[in-house]
């Protein structure tokens, strides 16, 4: 993406998201601005007065500029505060809608490890360098900057638009030196990186906690304590050509200015002590002048500087508009009236993965009736998690139809559908909340949680917790929290399905953490969990299938079998071949 696209998108978001950070930034540049004007004006009469020994008019000049000086004063800090609250709420709300974007992303992007990698580089920017904080200083420094220049070059031009060109063209040429100064600069700071990276990584094998008893065991904390140093010396030795260039910079301006101010003392001087190039001035020109001249030097300097800082750190953004354009999950059904469960069929449904050409799932049919508890089992890789995400919605089948009740899952709201839908995935992810909050999420009733926990073996576990059902997990972000076992947050994520009041409920390995015995509970106790609901059963464990109504057997994108364990049992079959090799193993 272009630059300019880039902070596009981002002044967009900015307005989308807060629109009086707009008004609070240029009012604080409106306010600045004239109290540097006003000053410069006001300082003048004030000074004129004297020479003229008017006390009078004196005292009415110094009355204006005090006061005038002391409101627009009040007013910068009033409008500094708002913008600088203002900064915070676009920062929080910009940081919410990087979430809501993540959340709605297009679900096949999400298992792509590049697009993963650009939601990492994509949140850096937002999260961790605060880069909206700098972006909207560097444009308010650049607006007031811009008000500041129109005024003093109005209030130079009226003395002499010859002196205006000379001191335009001083400037211009500094500019252009600090310009390739700051360039370089930012190549030095990229030349780092790669070592930097390197260092961090290194600092994190030293801190980890997982990597200490290697560390005491065989001795390694001299090696890489040496190797991280080793890698800080040429991120030293770049820093010190940074600090040189930085310090070249600040030269640079300062001659640029420095000729510019002097242009402007000579030419006062000779306009206050002779008429050659004009009419004599008065000394409160001759202020105006000088005042006029650096206030010229440091709103150029400040704008050229700003603006090309944003230049520089646009390129931290550009992961960010790249993940922002990325397209979302867009599902157009709109029909709410679907009701419970009673059938859902799969008819001639085919599928692949995008970008891919191998066929997932070949022409399947079926169909699960209401309290129906099925099991779908198969080898790795056979289809069996992709019919839950097409169940899901992640994805939609390349053609055929899925049918809850009838009614093509396709047309119906997606907020409505999966209120009732309930599951257990592979890669469940616990809360770093209260056990209760996990637990129930949006719904309420303490007493509800209490009898999950009962029925998955947790009760008396959480029961000795000094908090009960509201202590936090995860002890990382809360000293008083606690910390559960694979096997315990397992059995919180199958507590947590249970509770929700969904007509189907999906169980995709949800015993793979649990120990043996733990596992046999699950499987005695499984009618007693789901209850009633219409469940489907996804492990790689044949003996699941055992508590069962029936048996969906997926065997090269093809539906091989689908009846009863003990019928299925009878004959040869794939799913026979399956449960008796596993048994075997397990003697």
Known sequence: MKKTKIFGLFLKEVWRTNKLQFLYLILTSIFASGQALLVIYLSKMVIDNVF??????????????????????????????????ATLKTEKLMNKSLSDKIMNLEYSLLEDPKVLDLRERAAFP????????????????IVTGLLTLFGVVVLIAMQSIILLGLIILVIIAGIIFSVKMQNS??????????????????????MNDGEQKNHRIYNTS???IDKTFEAMQPM???????????????????IASTIAQS????????????????????????????????????AMGEVVFYFNEILVNIDYLQPWGEFMMLPDHKLEGKDKNMGPLETLEFRNVTFKYPNTDKVILDNISFSINKGEKISIVGINNAGKSTMVKLIMRFFKPDSGQILWNGIDISTLDNETYLKNISGVFQDFKLFPFSIYENLLIDQSGEQKVWDSLEKVGLKKRVEALPNGVHTNLDKSLDENATNFSGGENQ???????????????????????????????????????????????????MSSSTFCDKVLVIDEAKIAAFDSHKELMKTENKYSEL???QAQNYI
């Not at 050659?276 to 409160?284: H, K, L, M, Q, R």
């Not at 249970?498 to 499984?526: M, R, V």
Request: glycine content about 6%; proline content about 2%; hydrophobic content about 45%.
């Open 52 to 85: 003229t020994l008017d006390l009078k008019s004196f005292a009415i000049s110094l009355g204006l500029l005090l006061l005038g000086k002391l409101s627009l004063s009040l007013l910068t800090n009033l409008f500094t505060k708002k913008n600088k609250e």
């Open 126 to 141: 937002i999260t961790s360098i605060r880069i909206i904080e700098s972006f909207v200083g560097y444009i308010g420094k």
């Open 185 to 206: 600069i930012k190549k030095q700071q990229e030349s780092i990186i790669p070592w930097n990276r390197v260092t961090n990584y290194l600092f994190s094998i030293a």
């Open 222 to 224: 001299k090696l890489v």
């Open 236 to 254: 030293f030795e770049g820093l010190n050509r940074i600090y040189r260039s930085v310090a070249g910079l600040s030269i640079s301006r300062n």
């Open 263 to 298: 242009l402007a003392l000579g030419y006062g001087a000779i306009r206050v002590l002779s008429t050659t190039f004009g009419p004599s001035i008065s000394i409160g020109d001759f202020s105006v002048i000088i005042s006029s001249t650096e206030k010229f030097t440091n």
């Open 491 to 541: 059995k919180l994520a199958i507590a947590r399905a249970i509770n929700k009041e969904a007509s189907l409920l999906i169980l995709d390995e949800p015993t793979a953490a649990l120990d043996p015995i733990a596992e046999s509970e699950i499987f005695e106790h499984f009618s007693q969990l789901v209850e009633q609901k219409t469940s489907i059963y996804i492990s790689h464990r």
């Open 579 to 581: 449960f008796n090799v």
